[in-house]
């Protein structure tokens, strides 16, 4: 299973950040798929997740900004984070797990990542 992410790499505060995370090797209609992110000098953040059926799993402190959504038919993901601040800027990583879990840990296929900065 290969992982990819894509997207902009600069994103100016307030705005939407989108990335996307193409699957090939594997379906995204089985396992987990999570999006997760790591500020500079800093431990990986679990953000959500979308499982085999579509069903979407958020971090409380970011699900009013969070939404993560998927084409099957491109076996893609897609995260979409709203409002975004400086604080936002990190590496932004997806995954897939065999179950559903928060613990980055778990996620044993990732992409290789995508730093994404935001600044006006």
């Known amino acids: 299973v290969q992982l990819q992410e894509s997207g902009p790499g600069l994103v100016k505060p307030s705005q939407t950040l989108s990335l996307t995370c193409t699957v090939s090797?594997?379906?995204?209609?089985?396992?987990?798929w999570s999006w997760i992110r790591q500020p500079p000098g800093k431990g990986l953040e679990w953000m959500g997740a979308?499982?085999?059926?579509?069903?979407?799993y958020y971090k409380p402190s970011l699900k009013s900004r969070t939404s993560i959504s998927r084409d099957t038919s491109k076996n893609k993901f897609t995260l979409q984070l709203s409002s975004v601040t400086p604080e936002d800027t990190d590496e932004y990583y997806c995954?897939?797990?065999?179950?559903?879990?928060?613990?980055?840990?778990?996620?044993?296929?990732w992409g290789q990542g995508q730093r994404v900065t935001v600044s006006a």
């Open positions: 979308i499982t085999y059926s579509g069903s979407t």
């Open positions: 995954a897939r797990g065999e179950v559903f879990t928060t613990q980055h840990t778990e996620y044993h296929y």
């Open positions: 090797g594997g379906s995204i209609t089985t396992n987990y």
